[in-house]
């Protein structure tokens, strides 16, 4: 009896002293370990690697520290000979962010009545339009894009609707900003619609009519009651829009007709016929510290949000 | 029925069970290699053929400098080809000790991207220049005037590739300027035409260029030769401007990645595509001009019927550009699409 009674209390200190890898939890969370090191972790610190190394002259790179890359952003040699600031790149970046964000503007003014509607069907209709909404990820991103290109383009659907309304015939709506950002906010917008459903299909009922209650008007209601309540929903599609969508080549090249370029592009540029790898990692690792900066920031404001009731 | 099925079950097991005794893993420009070639070569020798095909030079060429792509045959242009052997990313693999280079027309040897033609052996050429849908431009087509500074009818009915490639060549061939020039003056030369003409443009693809041109979403089109051919056989209403400043020339070559794991038959393969007979097939199948001895009698696409293959113009192949040069292109490039 005291042996037993001795015993129990060593096992428990024991207990936390064992080696990490006696622990279950050690093995059941290595894959992701794993894949997180190597999938994600690691290629970074290559890129980053890259973008201090000095090109080669025909692609590829060699191992000597060197900052050209990041300096290149900013300041390139001129027509004359001289070095000189360079507003190109800078432009470029610009360009990209504001397509980035119209995409997630425009994806959360749609994506709110949307998500809003279905969340007040009955439970089967419910879950089926949440599948139709997840229908366009089964098609190859390349084909909804191409998709897009017959119902703008030349003698495409939209034209000859407009056409037989009475407008004039051959309209294209092709090869503009406008046709990019159509691309963009449709491949876009499920990304944004699940998490705000997610967000609103919790949002409790009787909160809403208490702030009719105590006379709150619909706008008062939306501002004080709706909006706080679904933000982390509202956030969390905003991050899954606007990040990729910094990143977009194919609709900027197909619907854009690659009359502009985008961070995409003119990553794809520096390592393709540019042959300079590391100002194509200099640029993505400036595009991966602009999206962190703006991480931070949704951060912060959550963090603040919370913080102040 | 039961039966039809389990035949077909059982059938589909040994299918998949035979393995075939090699394989042989190709990187080619889509579409370029004939499917029927392929079949017959992989019956004769059973060995596994996979097709994977790259839009771009530049693809490739980042590609190969990546390491380990696991392909054992690629086919470059001539100015990329040079960058490998330079790089030493591609395979000495004897290529003038072969039967496939007793059967190279003999101008098309041992050219300035493979002196002694130890790397390579070339499997197609052509040139690059503008395609006019005629139904919808009437206008003259002899110079790359009309392509750069073109007429007000063309505006917003232009296109140009998505790469500088052959269309900055194209450039510098209209304005007098050497292909890699390193003097900035004579490139900002170059950056003021595309700009001056960059209102006019609609696109700049390399994509969907047949359809493009077909439905007449655009009039005029940066193009190749035997894209051109095709789709005029196709019945589209296109032709190739012959531009008295010339064409821009390229020949693309099968190359061997340095490390390919099937040495043995990629060479099999390049000797089985330079035969007469299936150099010719190959031709008739790609509808680009063929730098191989090839059966005249069986040529489909003669001086006749087919003239965008035998220009009359002057051909001046595409350059290996040093560092310097290719950033002064890349400038051109990216001040164009700011």
């Known amino acids: 009896m005291t042996d037993s009674a001795l015993h129990i209390p060593a096992e428990t200190v024991r207990a936390p002293r064992a080696r990490f890898w006696h622990d279950l939890s050690f093995w059941g969370l290595l894959p992701a370990r794993l894949l997180m090191s190597f999938a994600l972790i690691l290629p970074i610190f290559i890129i980053a ?9 025909y692609g590829g790179f060699t191992w000597d520290f060197n900052l050209a890359g990041y300096s290149q952003i900013l300041f390139n ?34 994506a709110v009545p949307v998500a809003y509607f279905i969340s007040r069907q009955p ?6 339009l949440v599948y139709l909404v997840t229908l366009p990820f089964w098609v190859s991103m390349i084909l909804r894009v191409y998709a897009w290109m017959i119902i703008l383009g030349k003698d495409g659907t939209l034209p000859k609707l407009l056409e037989t309304l009475g407008f004039p015939a051959g309209m294209s709506f092709m090869f503009n900003d406008g046709a990019t950002l ?9 990304l944004m619609v699940l998490p705000v459903f997610a967000s609103i299909e919790k949002l409790d009922g009787t909160l809403i009519e208490a702030s009719h209650d105590l006379y709150g008007d619909r706008w008062v209601t939306l501002r004080r009651v709706i909006l706080p309540l679904t933000a982390p ?58 999206v962190m900066l703006f991480l931070i920031f949704t951060a912060l404001r959550a963090a603040r949000r919370e913080a102040t009731p | 029925m039961k039966k039809y099925l389990a035949a077909t079950a059982l059938a589909l097991c040994f299918a998949t069970s035979a393995q075939a005794a090699g394989e042989l893993n190709i990187y080619a420009w889509a579409e370029s290699i004939s499917p029927d070639l392929i079949a017959k070569f992989s019956k004769e020798n059973d060995v596994k053929v996979n097709v994977d095909s790259f839009t771009s030079n530049e693809d490739l060429l980042t590609k ?74 009437k206008g003259p087509t002899d110079s790359f005037k009309y392509f750069f500074e073109p007429a007000e009818e063309l505006k917003g009915k232009i296109a140009l590739l998505s790469y500088p490639d052959e269309v900055i060549g194209a450039a510098q061939l209209y304005l007098g300027v050497p292909f890699c020039s390193e003097d900035q003056a004579e490139m900002k030369k170059v950056l003021d035409l595309l700009m001056a003409q960059k209102p006019f443009v609609a696109v700049y693809s390399s994509d969907n260029i047949a359809s493009r041109l077909a439905s007449g979403e655009v009039s005029v089109h940066f193009w190749w030769d035997g894209d051109s051919l095709r789709a005029r056989k196709a019945g589209s209403p ?9 064409l821009v020339g390229w020949m693309d070559s099968y190359v061997i990645p340095k490390g390919a794991p099937n040495q043995d038959n990629a060479v099999k393969f390049i000797e089985f595509m330079s035969t007469q007979e299936n150099a010719t097939e190959q031709m008739n199948f790609y509808s680009h001009s063929s730098p191989m001895k090839v059966i005249q009698e069986k040529v489909v696409n003669t001086r006749e019927t087919a003239p965008e293959l035998y220009p009359d113009v002057p051909i001046t192949f595409s350059r290996t550009c040093s560092a310097a040069a290719q950033d002064l292109v890349t400038r051109v490039w990216t001040q164009l699409l700011q």
């Open chain 1, 49 to 57: 690697a890259v973008s201090v190394a000095t090109r080669g002259a």
């Open chain 1, 77 to 110: 040699e001129g027509w004359t000979g001289e070095l000189e600031f360079t507003p190109q790149y800078l432009l470029i970046i610009g360009r990209t962010f504001l397509l980035a964000g119209a995409t997630t503007l425009i994806c959360l003014l749609f």
């Open chain 1, 123 to 128: 439970p089967g209709r419910k879950a089926a």
């Open chain 1, 182 to 190: 159509t691309a963009m906010v449709y491949t876009a917008m499920p």
């Open chain 1, 233 to 290: 929903g509202l956030t969390a599609g905003a991050i899954l829009v606007f990040v990729p969508s910094l990143g977009a080549v194919l609709e900027p090249a197909l619907m854009g007709g690659g009359k502009q370029m985008m961070m995409g592009s003119l990553i794809q540029l520096q390592f393709g016929g540019g042959r300079n790898w590391p100002f194509g990692a200099a640029i993505a690792m400036t595009l991966m510290a602009l």
């Open chain 2, 64 to 137: 190969l400098q990546a390491g380990s792509s696991g392909y054992d045959i690629a086919t470059p242009s001539q100015h990329f080809l040079r960058v490998m052997i330079d790089q030493g990313i591609i395979e000495n693999f004897g290529a003038n000790k072969l039967k496939a280079y007793e059967n190279i027309e003999e101008k098309w040897r041992n050219q300035w991207w493979d002196e002694k033609q130890e790397y390579s052996i070339p499997l197609a050429y052509g040139t690059a220049g503008f395609v006019v849908n005629t139904d919808q431009y």
């Open chain 2, 238 to 246: 296109v032709k190739l401007a012959m531009t008295k400043e010339g």
